[in-house]
């Protein structure tokens, strides 16, 4: 733990042991257990219920300059290559929003873009204006009303984890810095050595530990592991005030 108090970040490598641990010492093929580890943890940080957990997961992509114009005709453009708005190596799993500075090249004023339908915006004829909304459609992200000026955007994604020999980073697989809290990595060496029990065929094991992860459907007693993880919003929410509610009783009267 360092002066500051934050436990340093696990790799891949560091978590084999206790995998293979995990799955009855049936192997010690630890480039199989980084494949595992490496799949779980692409499961479990792409479960949007734990977004807000994975901070390092929630980024900011560059700044995008849109081509506006008095019509399209004149060479306004009103839909773009979603590429543009994520930064290199990054996949976008979730987009969270969409920011606009209206005071291009100031940029001291923006504001978030309400999300709407390509459906939607098609049943809108293309003026030029203040782009208010955006939309998705295929692999290219639209503004409605199609801007008039240019204007500065930025998108704010969840992020696909970042897997070393995904993207060709020096280090290899096993190298791979794990980016969810520490508190997730028993559930996710549990994920793993399911992995493990499947790819050794001995599915009896991989479904009792997958119930050890998740509980059992058929028993509320049992909720599972993963259940007992309390979101980072919930616990910073749990102590908020609550508005008081009066308690109303019916009242018949009764005469005497």
């Known amino acids: 733990m360092s002066a500051q108090g934050v436990i340093a970040q696990a790799t891949i490598q560091q978590l084999e042991s206790e995998v293979i641990l995990r799955v009855e010492n049936q192997t010690t093929q630890s480039a199989r257990a980084d494949v595992w580890i490496r799949d779980a943890l692409l499961e479990l940080s792409g479960n949007t219920e734990f977004r807000d957990?994975?901070?390092?997961?929630e980024v900011t992509g560059p700044l995008?300059?849109?081509?506006?114009?008095s019509s399209v005709a004149s060479g306004a453009v009103q839909?773009?290559?979603f590429?543009?708005?994520?930064?290199?190596?990054?996949?976008?799993?979730?987009?969270?929003?969409?920011?606009?500075?209206?005071?291009?090249?100031?940029?001291?004023?923006?504001r978030r873009l309400r999300y709407t339908s390509y459906q939607a915006a098609d049943k809108t004829p293309q003026f030029c204006s203040t782009p208010s909304e955006w939309y998705r459609f295929g692999d290219s992200l639209g503004f409605s009303p199609v801007p008039d000026k240019n204007y500065q955007v930025q998108a704010?994604?969840?992020?696909?984890h970042p897997i070393n020999d995904y993207y060709n980073q020096?280090?290899?697989?096993?190298?791979?810095?794990?980016?969810?809290?520490?508190?997730?990595?028993e559930v996710l060496e549990w994920m793993a050595a399911e992995r493990g029990f499947a790819e050794n065929l001995n599915y009896a094991k991989?479904?009792?530990v997958h119930t050890l992860i998740f509980g059992d459907p058929e028993d509320p007693a049992r909720p599972g592991l993963i259940k007992s993880l309390k979101t980072r919003r919930k616990k910073e929410n749990w102590r908020q005030e609550s508005a008081l509610r009066p308690i109303v009783h019916r009242y018949s009267h009764r005469g005497r």
Request: glycine share 8%; aromatic share 16%; proline share 5%.
């Open 156 to 160: 704010r994604v969840l992020r696909r």
């Open 83 to 110: 590429s543009n708005f994520l930064s290199a190596g990054d996949y976008n799993l979730s987009t969270l929003d969409i920011l606009l500075w209206y005071d291009y090249p100031t940029n001291a004023f923006r």
């Open 170 to 185: 020096s280090g290899g697989l096993s190298q791979t810095p794990i980016l969810i809290p520490v508190e997730f990595y």
């Open 79 to 81: 839909e773009y290559a």
């Open 206 to 208: 991989a479904n009792e």
């Open 53 to 57: 957990d994975f901070d390092q997961l």
């Open 64 to 69: 995008f300059n849109l081509t506006g114009g």
